[in-house]
């Protein structure tokens, strides 16, 4: 069983979804709910990063 990295409760492993960047699991409920989960995969704090790591590229 896994713990949610958002409400904190345990789910067996096949009802979680894991961040393709840190690993951070996710119960179906809350993946959904967060825009970067249900769309890239990624966590908020991945995803920022990401972008932050992207618009440096930009620059140069």
């Known amino acids: 069983m896994s713990k949610c990295s ?3 409760q345990a789910f067996p492993e096949g ?3 894991y961040c393709s960047q840190c690993g ?3 119960c179906e409920r809350c993946a959904e709910e967060v825009p970067s989960m249900a769309a890239l995969g990624i966590c908020p704090d ?3 990063a990401w972008q932050a790591e ?6 140069w």
């Not at 992207?54 to 620059?59: A, P, R, V």
């Open 24 to 26: 951070r699991a996710y």
């Open 46 to 48: 991945c995803e920022e």
């Open 6 to 8: 958002v409400c904190g």
């Open 54 to 59: 992207d618009d440096m590229d930009e620059e």
């Open 15 to 17: 009802e979680m979804s």
